[in-house]
């Protein structure tokens, strides 16, 4: 990849004062690679950790003579878009038989495309271990989600199932092992699960097949999308809340781009309502976040567990205000994709990505015409990743403490001789006054 980097880059690199390694916290060593002049690398954890800026202003990136070299912090891509529902044909497959060893036996008609025409068995029957066999062959799609239209005897129903795959009809793998469906009422709400989420599954059939469940589930109809993504792993921490007057709070311990959170209790089953608030720092009032509900049901051996809430805020601290505190604090789980910091070579290697250092500008290089190309042109996906050695101690915490301010001798004197000079014409005027 041939990319021109512009001189009002590089001039400014050697225009401005630099602040050195030894004057950050922490350090990372940078693995760079010797093909590209542009590099990238994923913020580590304890980035987020030690940094005072919540647009981690206080993070350079330094090459062997210590001099700054030309950076962006930028959100990495997050291209993520579902296709439209496409229906799928369902035929119910015979239950596994114990008195035949090689199980029921099942004739599929298909045609000369491939597509299953019909189903025939004798021992074809809507019990508990029964299959259903999806055609997909009439769609070229990864398919990433299965929407189930499933029916049975009941107010409520919940099932534990299996999905496998095949391109024959003959060789099948297994894709998920153990995927829940339910329509449950609890505490006067109700929670449905009727999607399967699936890695980008391309194959011509699939097979879904009813492990555990009080009754058996009878799938009606089901409906496959895929999805177009590219999204970098998502990283979790789980917190231990303090009590509080108003519920319990808690500490991230970072600047943290968080777009995930949700609420877990220590229990089997719950299902609890709580108002959530944050803030960034402590001096300022919290905001409100909204009220969301989180749970746990287990029926049967079978668990739903709610989504975690989508957020997009860089929050340190939270609140959670819980409708009943009968069973304790809550463990608070949050989420983030972690930034991607873009870099040039420049200079000798190795490079160091120093962090973490109070009362410091941020930085803000002119390179928004690079990255906008980069873009545009979709390069950016061409731009390697270089690695980070383990986190060192440079200056250590005491750089995270704002020095002192320096005494300002030039205003005391000129204040000092203003004063003076003041008394002096009032202790004059006070003479002529008397004579």
């Known amino acids: 990849m041939m990319i021109r980097i512009s001189p009002l880059i590089l001039l400014s690199a050697s225009l401005w004062v630099h602040a050195a390694p030894a004057d950050f916290a922490r350090g990372r060593v940078v693995e760079h690679i010797e093909s590209s002049d542009v590099q990238r690398a994923t913020v580590p954890q304890d980035v987020y950790e030690w940094v005072v800026r919540a647009d981690l202003g206080d993070l350079r990136v330094y090459n062997d003579e210590q001099q700054e070299v030309p950076y962006a912090i930028r959100r990495p891509a997050r291209t993520e878009a579902h296709t439209p529902w496409v229906g ?11 008195n035949d060893a090689e199980g029921s036996r099942v004739n599929i008609e298909l045609s000369d495309s491939g597509t299953v025409v019909a189903v025939h068995g004798a021992s074809i029957s809507k019990v508990p271990g029964a299959g259903f066999l999806i055609d997909a062959s009439a769609i070229d799609i990864r ?47 109700q929670i449905i699960a009727d999607k399967i989420t699936l890695p980008g599954v391309r194959a011509r059939y699939l097979k879904i097949t009813q492990l555990d469940g009080a009754t058996p589930m009878i799938i009606n ?27 319990y709070e808690y500490d991230t311990g970072g600047q943290f781009p968080l777009d995930r959170i949700s609420l877990e209790l220590n229990r089997q089953t719950f299902l609890i309502t709580a108002k959530l608030f944050s803030k960034p720092s402590l001096e300022v009032p919290w905001r409100d976040r909204g009220e969301r509900t989180f749970y746990r ?32 604090a809550p463990t608070l789980k949050v989420g983030w994709l972690p930034d991607e910091i873009i870099f040039l070579k420049q200079g000798a290697a190795p490079y160091v990505m120093a962090y973490g250092q109070a009362g410091i500008t941020g930085r803000q290089w002119p390179m928004s015409d690079l990255l906008a190309r980069l873009d545009n042109d979709v390069e950016i996906q061409n731009v390697p990743f270089a690695g980070l050695s383990a986190a060192t101690r ?32 009032v202790g004059l005027a006070v003479r002529l006054a008397r004579q």
């Open 88 to 98: 799928l044909p369902v035929f119910v497959l015979p239950a596994p038989s114990k």
């Open 394 to 425: 440079l200056g250590g915490p005491d750089r995270l403490v704002s020095a002192p301010r320096p005494i300002d001798w030039e205003t005391i004197l000129l204040w000092s001789v203003l004063v003076i000079g003041v008394a002096g014409i």
């Open 221 to 247: 109809q089901v409906s496959a999308r895929a999805l177009r993504s590219q999204l970098p792993e998502r990283h979790w921490k789980a917190l231990t809340g303090t009590s509080s007057q108003k519920g």
């Open 143 to 189: 398919i990433a989600e299965l929407d189930i239209d499933w029916s049975q005897e009941g107010s409520g129903s919940i099932g534990k199932f299996q999905v496998d795959a095949s391109d024959d009809l003959d060789v099948w793998r297994t894709i998920a092992r153990s995927v829940t469906l339910a329509t449950l009422q609890t505490e006067g709400r």
């Open 297 to 328: 049901v287990e029926v049967d051996r079978v668990i739903v567990t709610s989504d975690p809430v989508a957020f997009s805020v860089r929050d340190r601290y939270w609140r959670a205000e819980i409708q009943s505190e009968e069973y304790g």
